[in-house]
Structure formats: structure tokens, C-alpha cells
């Protein structure tokens, strides 16, 4: 079963200012975060209106992570978005199946590109596609947003700043080995790498 998580952070020194304006769900996720939930947070990457309204009293971080398809994070404060990042895991996908259909038009293209165990022609469509300038803006432009340094919010020091910026960056992105490994660093350079597997209509039986 793969991870569906979506929810929204503040750090301790709000924790009595979020409790007031009673979001519907509030725990501490460790002794840095405060987790927060509304209403009307569902598994998806845009921001939920009640959050942004709560953003109002504090910063929030609102994340997400859908473990097949993407991950990011949103910034807000005083209802303004500040800072966004969407990382897809099915960019470079995306590309090669446009490619695959130009290519075998007349062919079943999951067959043709994901069932040889071998992955022979989906190694050389991949291979193809990492020399298209169409694809290396796609994977800066996920980047675009970062503005990591309204991560000073959170109260990240100039050191946790600079690690961010060497990690979320398209150059970082096209080393790593598993594109999952990005969002298990940022979470571990953020300490929150217990927002897992949470989300609002599983959080009753969580806590049970």
C-alpha cells in the first residue's frame, strides 16, 4: 500500500495560538512541530482554504507527500503563498510514454515499454529523453518556487538554509538513485520525519 500523506505544520511557539482558533485536529508531531488539520484538507497538493485563513495568526507549512506520484510543500503566511515545491515522480514517465507513442504508434504501450523485465526499450527512451531541453526545464521549473529561505519561519538557522538550497535544486535532483530519497532528506534536514502516513480521514483511527 503506498503512502497518502497531507497535512499542515506550524512550529511549538504557536501551538497556544492554534489551539484558540480550533483547526479541528491539532497534535504535536514531535517537540519542534505542531501537526494541524481542517475540515477541508483532503489528499492533495493545493492548499486548503482554512488553512490559508489560519495563516492569518502564523506560518504554515502545509506538505504532502502521494508516494507514486509527487511530493512538496506550500508556505503561507498571512495568507500569502510564500514559497512551493511540487516534485513529480512521474515526470520522466510522462516524457517517455510521448515519446513511445510517436514511436510505436501501433503498439500497446505499456506492454512495449514496462513489461520486459530486461527494460530495454523504456532504459532507451529514458536515456533519450534526458537530452531533451524540454525535459530539463520540466524538472528545474518543479524547483522554481523553493524560496527556501522563508523556511526562516520554522526557525531554520542559516546552515539548515543552505542545506535546503543544496538539495532542492534541479542538478541535486538528476544524482539521486531513487527519486523518493529527496523527500526522505528533506524531512530529515526539516526534523519531520514523522509526518507519514497521515492524513485527515485516517487520523480517527490512528489515535484510537
Do not use: C
Not at 510521448?98 to 504501450?109: I, T
Request: charged residues 30%; negative net charge.
Amino acid at each position: 500500500m503506498s503512502e497518502f500523506t497531507a497535512g499542515s505544520l506550524t512550529i511549538q511557539r504557536y501551538k497556544t495560538q492554534l489551539g484558540e482558533l480550533n483547526p479541528g485536529y491539532i497534535r504535536d508531531l514531535n517537540d519542534k512541530w505542531v501537526l494541524f488539520m481542517t475540515a477541508d484538507t483532503e489528499v492533495g497538493e493545493e492548499l486548503p482554504e482554512q488553512v490559508r485563513m489560519l495563516s492569518a495568526a502564523m506560518p504554515v507549512l502545509y506538505f504532502y507527500n502521494f508516494e507514486d506520484h509527487a511530493w512538496g510543500y506550500r508556505i503561507v503566511n498571512q495568507g500569502e503563498e510564500l514559497a512551493a515545491l511540487h516534485v513529480s515522480y512521474e515526470l520522466k514517465d510522462e516524457f517517455i510514454l510521448k515519446l513511445a507513442a510517436e514511436r510505436y504508434p501501433d503498439e500497446d504501450l505499456f506492454e512495449r515499454v514496462y513489461v520486459d523485465p530486461s527494460q530495454t526499450v523504456y532504459n532507451q527512451l529514458a536515456q533519450e529523453i534526458n537530452g531533451w531541453p524540454s525535459y530539463e526545464e520540466a524538472v528545474a521549473n518543479q524547483f522554481a518556487n523553493r524560496n527556501v529561505e522563508q523556511f526562516r519561519w520554522f526557525e531554520v538557522d542559516d546552515a539548515g538554509i543552505e542545506q535546503l538550497r543544496a538539495i532542492l535544486n534541479a542538478d541535486y535532483y538528476r544524482t539521486l538513485g531513487s527519486y523518493r530519497q529527496l523527500v526522505r532528506e528533506f524531512k530529515e534536514l526539516l526534523d519531520m520525519k514523522e509526518m507519514s502516513w497521515i492524513r485527515y480521514d485516517d487520523l480517527g483511527r490512528r489515535d484510537r
